[in-house]
């Protein structure tokens, strides 16, 4: 029998939320000894333990992600705009300022508005030569081959 589009397979199956047998042990396990775990690899860490020490600085320091930047994007109306932008962007590489990993989202805006604002550009010139009767035959004659 196919099952109905939308309708669980089972429907008396585990509730969304509920934890499976492993992820309870494991809460109880770490209830009754985090602190000591974390106490030893604080100390492994202070001994010159690398694991040891990266598992520690992640847990206590993690990296910021979605953080705001102090970076001020020049406003990008058209490509040339768009050019300068991601000029500005390989400088706050080179100064520092920002990571390859900022860098390439803020590229990835700036391409987005480069080519919005090209698009833009382009769509009453590609109407005006649509329009031209002219330019209709010679798109016809060449959809057709010849």
């Not at 509920?18 to 396990?29: D, N, P, V």
């Not at 010159?48 to 993690?62: K, L, T």
């Not at 382009?122 to 005006?128: G, I, W």
Request: proline content about 6%.
């Amino acid at each position: 029998m196919p099952f109905k589009e939308g309708q669980s397979g089972n429907p008396a199956g585990r509730p969304p939320g509920a934890r499976s047998k492993r992820t309870i042990l494991a809460e109880k396990l770490f209830e009754e000894h985090g602190e000591q775990l974390w106490r030893d690899a604080i100390q492994l860490a202070k001994a010159g333990n690398a694991p040891a020490r990266r598992e520690c600085m992640e847990r206590f320091f993690p990296r910021g992600k979605h953080r705001p930047l102090a970076f001020e994007l020049r406003p990008v109306a058209t490509a040339a705009d768009a050019l300068a932008a991601m000029g500005d962007i390989v400088q706050k590489v080179a100064d520092g300022d920002l990571s390859t990993a900022e860098a390439t989202h803020f590229t990835k805006i700036v391409q987005n508005i480069g080519q919005a604002a090209t698009n833009a550009a382009l769509e009453p010139r590609v109407a005006e030569l649509e329009a031209d009767e002219e330019t209709k035959k010679k798109l016809a004659r060449l959809r057709r081959g010849g």
